[in-house]
């Protein structure tokens, strides 16, 4: 077995511990296996959750047509 195959412990047990659609099963693993395998712990994983879900995120206003400001958008940029 060449040494580029060589699997470490942590990432033996995550081979084990993939479930049936190839992802980690992230609910099994304690928060030192996590953080060895670079994964977020429990606590990183409920705060990035808790910002995703912001009551204040909301889309970007969307301009309809050109802007009138825009030198090149009128055709007055070019002076060609």
Same mark, same amino acid.
């Given at each position: 077995?060449? %040494?580029?195959?060589? *699997? ?9 511990? $993939?479930?049936?659609? %190839? ?6 693993? %304690?928060?030192? *296996?996590?953080? +060895? ?12 959750? $808790? *910002? +995703?879900? *912001? ?6 206003? $969307? ?18």
């Amino acid at each position: 077995m060449s %040494g580029a195959l060589r *699997l470490t412990a942590a990432q033996q047990l995550a081979e084990v511990r $993939r479930v049936r659609e %190839g992802r980690l099963n992230t609910a099994a693993m %304690g928060n030192r *296996l996590r953080r +060895t395998l670079g994964l977020m712990d429990r606590q990183q994983a409920a705060e990035h959750e $808790r *910002l +995703t879900v *912001l009551p204040h995120a909301r889309l970007a206003v $969307r301009a309809h047509g050109p802007d009138p400001e825009d030198i090149w958008a009128t055709g007055g940029g070019f002076d060609g």
